[in-house]
């Protein structure tokens, strides 16, 4: 658990950092399945990492929001 705790938080910083696809991202935090790597990622964040890329590209509020929700999101998931 730690470990994948510790990929979806990377793979989310890299998604909002970086201009790299979901599946260079997958493969990056060590996931080289992508189907598992965005069932994970939505599991734990309750978004699709595919939706944050697109949010990120067209509206810059909404993605902030967004971040700062899945953000608690996962505090929320790790701390139990």
């Known amino acids: 658990e ?3 705790r510790f990929r979806i938080s990377k ?3 890299l998604l909002k950092t970086t201009d ?3 599946y260079e991202v997958a493969n ?3 996931i ?3 189907r598992y790597f965005s069932k994970l990622f939505k599991e734990v964040t309750g978004i699709t990492p595919q939706h944050i890329k697109k949010l990120n ?3 810059k509020a909404k993605y902030d929001t967004l971040v700062k ?3 608690v999101v996962m505090t ?3 701390t139990k």
């Open 28 to 30: 990056y935090v060590g």
């Open 57 to 59: 590209a067209k509206d």
């Open 76 to 78: 929320i998931y790790y």
């Open 32 to 34: 080289d399945n992508y």
């Open 11 to 13: 793979a989310l910083e």
């Open 20 to 22: 790299m696809k979901v």
């Open 2 to 4: 730690y470990l994948n």
């Open 69 to 71: 929700i899945v953000d």
